[in-house]
C-alpha cells in the first residue's frame, strides 16, 4: 500500500459531503456570502427542489476577475487572517464555494461595485473554466444547477422536492429573522414568491413578516443579562404554541445557529406551562465576546459552543421564566379571536372584517395587562380559601340552589349574613363573581368591566400544579392511602430511574416502593388529585424520566414531574361545583401566577367586555 495525496476535487467532494448536505445547506452557504459582502438585497430562486436549480442574485460588494479566481478555490477566504478566535463574519472557512463546485454545475457572475466591467467564473463538477469577462450589474449572481449530479450517492438520500424547497424556505427564513436590514426575495417554480422587505432596526416587524402578523400580539420582549452575556429578542406566550420547534430562531452574535443547548433552554423555560409535543415561538439573540463561544465546531456552522455553557442556559431559562411570570396570565388572543369570530356572521355582512366591531384596545384577551407580578395589578385579591368569607354565607348559597339546573338564573344570590348585597362586592376580583355553572365544566362570572367564562378543568389543573410545585420546596402534600397497594409492572430500568425521584414523589403525596425487579408498587397518590389511574400516572412518569435531557437541572425535572402529575388529577373536571366552590377557585386563580393558562398552554379563562358584547348586538 502506498500513500499519495488526494486529488483535490476529490478532496472537495468529501468536504462537500460535511458542508453541502442537501439544497437548503448550498442555499444558505450562499446567502451567507451575500450577507458578509455587505448585501442589502439578495434574491433567491429555485426550482426542482433546489436540486435543478438555486440562484442567488445579491447588491454586495462584487468580486473582480482576480478575486473570482480565487473564490473557486478551496482555503481561500477574505474573511479572517490569522485567528480563529475572533470571528466576526458569516464564513470563514473558505470552503463553501469550491466544495459546491465539486458536487455541481457552479457559476458566478460578478461585478465591483465602482468597477466598468464584470467577470464569470464556472466549475462543473471541479472542472474549472477560466475566469472570462461578463456583462453583469455590479453584486453578484450565483448559479447552482444540477446539485450532486457529481456525487450519486448524495443525491439518492434527498427528500421529495417539495420537501427540499421547504428547508431551503426555512434557511431564507432563518436569515430574514437574523437580518431585517436586508431585503429578501424566495422565487421559482417551487413556490409562490415570498418577500420580506426591509424593517431597518425593527426586528419585531420583520418576525411578524415571517411568524405572521398575529406574533406581534402574542410576544414578550426578552432583555437581560447576566455577566458578560447578553439576550434580547421576543417569546410567545405559552399559549401561542405550535407543532413543531421550527419557530424557534436563535442567533448567536447575530449567526443564525440551531444549537441543541440552546433549543433545550427554551424547552426547560416553557416546561411546565406547555404540555409535551407543544413547542413554544421564540426569537432570542445572543451576544457575546467572540473569544467566548467557538463557531468552528460543525462545518456547517448552526451548532456552537460556549465557554460557559451553564450560564447561558441559566440565562435563557431564568429570562424566560420571569417574563412568562410576568405576563403569564395573558392568554393568546388566537382562543379569544375565535370566539369573537364565530358570533360574527350572524351579526355582521361577510367581509366586514376591516370594519370588525371590536379594536385591538378593546380586545377582550388581555385581561389585566400585566403589571404586578401575577397580573392583577392592585385590585383585591383573595386567598384560596377566603372565597366563601368573601362571597358566601350559608344563606348566600341558598340563593344558588337553582344552580342544579345549569340555565337557572343567579340573580339575587347576593347577601351575606347582615343581608346586605354581596354580588357587588364580589365583581369588583378582577375575576368576578361566579354566576353560573355551564355543561360541568365552564363556571361564568360576572365582572366590573364584562364577563369570563372559566374553563374548570383547565384551571384547577394549573392550580394543582402551582400547589405542587410549592410542595417541592415546602412542605410534604397530603396523600391518599390505597388500600390495596397498585403494582406497576415496568422494565428494570424504569423501575430504577423512577426509585432514584421516589423522595421527591413523596413530597407531592405519590408513594411508590420497589417491588421485585420488573415492578413498583404503589402505596399512597396525593390527595389532590382524587381518584387517580395510578397505573397510567406511574408508566408516564417513567416514560418522561427516560427522555429527561441530561442539561436540564434538578428543579426543572421536579416540575416535569409536578405538571405530569397534575394533569392526572380528576377532582373538579365535570364535576357540579357550588356556588362558594366557583368563587373559591376564582380567588384561588387570581392569587396563583400564571394561572391564566393550564399546564398544556390552552387559557384557562377568557374574558369578554361589555363594550364587545354590545358591539356584538349593535348597541355600541
Ligand atoms: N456573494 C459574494 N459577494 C462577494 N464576495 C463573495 C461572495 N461569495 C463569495 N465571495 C468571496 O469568495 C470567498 C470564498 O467564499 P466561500 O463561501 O467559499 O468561503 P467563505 O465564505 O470565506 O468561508 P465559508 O467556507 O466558511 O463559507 C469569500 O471569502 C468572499 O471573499
Ligand atoms: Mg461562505
Request: aromatic residues 6%; charged residues 25%.
Amino acid at each position: 500500500m502506498s500513500i499519495r495525496l488526494l486529488p483535490e476535487t476529490l478532496v472537495n467532494q468529501i468536504a462537500a459531503g460535511e458542508v453541502i448536505e442537501r439544497p437548503a445547506s448550498a442555499a444558505k452557504e450562499l446567502i451567507e456570502n451575500a450577507i458578509d459582502a455587505g448585501a442589502t438585497r439578495i434574491e433567491i430562486a429555485t426550482a426542482g427542489g433546489g436540486k435543478s436549480l438555486i440562484r442567488i442574485s445579491d447588491n454586495g460588494s462584487g468580486m473582480d476577475a482576480s478575486d473570482l479566481e480565487l473564490a473557486v478555490k478551496r482555503h481561500c477566504t477574505s474573511k479572517i487572517s490569522e485567528t480563529l478566535s475572533d470571528i466576526r463574519t458569516l464564513g470563514f472557512r473558505g470552503e463553501a464555494l469550491p466544495s459546491i463546485g465539486s458536487v455541481a454545475k457552479l457559476s458566478i457572475a460578478s461585478r465591483r461595485a465602482g468597477s466598468s466591467e464584470g467577470a464569470e467564473v464556472t466549475v462543473h463538477g471541479g472542472k474549472l473554466t477560466p475566469v472570462r469577462p461578463a456583462a453583469v450589474n455590479p453584486g453578484t449572481v450565483v448559479e447552482v444547477r444540477d446539485l450532486f449530479f457529481a456525487t450519486p450517492a448524495r443525491l439518492k438520500f434527498l427528500k421529495t422536492e417539495r420537501a427540499e424547497a421547504g428547508a431551503i424556505t426555512e434557511v431564507v427564513k432563518r436569515m430574514a429573522i437574523a437580518f431585517p436590514k436586508i431585503r429578501f426575495v424566495l422565487s421559482g417554480p417551487d413556490r409562490s414568491t415570498l418577500e420580506f422587505p426591509a424593517t431597518g432596526d425593527d426586528h419585531l416587524a420583520r418576525m411578524a413578516q415571517v411568524l405572521g402578523a398575529d406574533f406581534r400580539d402574542n410576544a414578550i420582549e426578552i432583555d437581560a443579562g447576566r455577566e458578560d452575556v447578553g439576550l434580547t429578542g421576543f417569546v410567545g406566550l405559552p399559549t401561542f404554541n405550535r407543532g413543531n420547534s421550527a419557530h424557534q430562531y436563535a442567533f448567536v452574535n447575530g449567526r443564525p445557529v440551531q444549537d441543541k443547548l440552546i433549543l433545550s433552554a427554551i424547552r426547560g423555560a416553557y416546561a411546565e406551562t406547555i404540555p409535551q409535543g407543544r413547542y413554544p415561538v421564540a426569537v432570542l439573540a445572543i451576544t457575546l465576546d467572540p473569544d467566548l463561544v467557538d463557531v468552528n465546531v460543525h462545518p456547517a456552522k448552526s451548532d456552537v459552543r460556549f465557554r460557559d455553557p451553564g450560564l447561558v442556559r441559566g440565562l435563557i431559562v431564568g429570562a424566560i421564566r420571569q417574563v412568562l411570570a410576568r405576563e403569564g396570565d395573558r392568554a393568546a388572543t388566537t382562543g379569544a379571536d375565535g370566539l369573537m369570530r364565530a358570533f360574527r356572521p350572524g351579526f355582521y355582512p361577510r367581509g366586514a372584517g376591516s370594519t370588525a366591531p371590536w379594536t385591538a384596545d378593546s380586545s377582550p384577551y388581555r385581561p389585566f395587562g400585566g403589571g404586578s407580578v401575577n397580573g392583577f395589578g392592585d385590585r383585591p385579591q383573595a386567598d384560596f380559601t377566603s372565597g366563601a368569607q368573601a362571597g358566601f354565607s350559608e344563606r348566600g348559597q341558598a340563593g344558588f340552589a337553582g344552580l342544579d339546573t345549569p340555565a337557572a338564573r343567579t340573580e339575587s344570590f347576593a347577601s351575606n349574613d347582615a343581608g346586605a348585597p354581596i354580588l357587588v362586592e364580589t365583581q369588583k376580583f378582577p375575576l368576578g363573581a361566579a354566576r353560573a355553572q355551564l355543561h360541568e365544566n365552564y363556571i361564568v362570572a360576572q365582572t366590573e368591566g364584562g364577563l369570563v367564562i372559566v374553563d374548570q378543568h383547565a384551571a384547577h389543573e394549573r392550580l394543582v400544579f402551582e400547589a405542587m410545585r410549592k410542595a417541592l420546596h415546602d412542605r410534604r402534600l397530603p396523600s391518599q392511602v390505597l388500600l390495596i397497594p397498585e403494582i406497576v409492572d415496568l422494565p428494570e430500568e424504569d423501575c430504577d430511574r423512577l426509585m432514584v425521584h421516589a423522595e421527591a414523589f413523596e413530597n407531592l403525596g405519590l408513594a411508590v416502593e420497589r417491588f421485585g425487579p420488573g415492578a413498583v408498587a404503589v402505596r399512597e397518590t396525593p390527595a389532590m388529585l382524587g381518584e387517580v389511574d395510578a397505573q397510567a400516572l406511574v408508566r408516564q412518569l417513567a416514560d418522561e424520566i427516560a427522555e429527561w435531557d441530561t442539561a436540564d437541572g434538578l428543579a426543572g425535572k421536579l416540575e416535569h414531574i409536578a405538571a405530569t402529575m397534575a394533569c392526572h388529577g380528576s377532582v373538579r373536571s365535570g364535576r357540579r361545583l357550588k356556588p362558594e366552590e366557583m368563587n373559591a377557585l376564582l380567588r384561588q386563580m387570581e392569587a396563583t401566577p400564571g394561572s391564566g393558562q393550564c399546564n398544556h398552554g390552552r387559557p384557562t379563562y377568557i374574558e369578554i367586555k361589555l363594550g364587545d358584547i354590545e358591539r356584538l348586538f349593535g348597541r355600541s
